[in-house]
Nanobody, 111 residues
Framework: VQLVESGGGLVQPGGSLRLSCAAS????????MSWYRQAPGKERELVAL????????TYADSVKGRFTISRDNAKNTVYLQMNSLKAEDTAVYYC?????WGQGTQVTVSS
């Protein structure tokens, strides 16, 4: 099982980023997929979750209305579109699925 995130970086407050997580080594379409984040000094927290066919999603209250999780089962990839970013969104973002974690991608929101 391998999960590889990409798309992180430095962005100004109010900006947008799209994270991608490419999955391999398991039947991607059969698993719920999630994005978590961990800010310095804080515990890892669930940001968003998507069901197998993408028909249902769940979000942390702090990102509702700003972030959108989606997936492309043909490409074995899950995405996190992040809009209206705030300084408090700064964290390492991790993809999770099939019992495995990606290596994480840093998102920094700063002017």
């Amino acid at each position: 099982v391998q999960l590889v995130e990409s798309g992180g970086g430095l962005v100004q407050p109010g900006g947008s980023l799209r994270l991608s997580c490419a999955a391999s080594g398991f039947s991607f379409r059969s698993y719920f997929m999630s994005w978590y984040r961990q800010a310095p000094g804080k515990e890892r927290e669930l940001v968003a979750l998507i069901t197998t066919a993408g028909g249902s999603t769940t979000y942390a209250d702090s990102v509702k209305g700003r972030f959108t999780i989606s997936r492309d089962n043909a490409k074995n990839t899950v995405y996190l579109q992040m809009n209206s970013l705030k300084a408090e969104d700064t964290a390492v973002y991790y993809c999770y699925g099939s019992g495995a974690w990606g290596q994480g991608t840093q998102v920094t929101v700063s002017s």
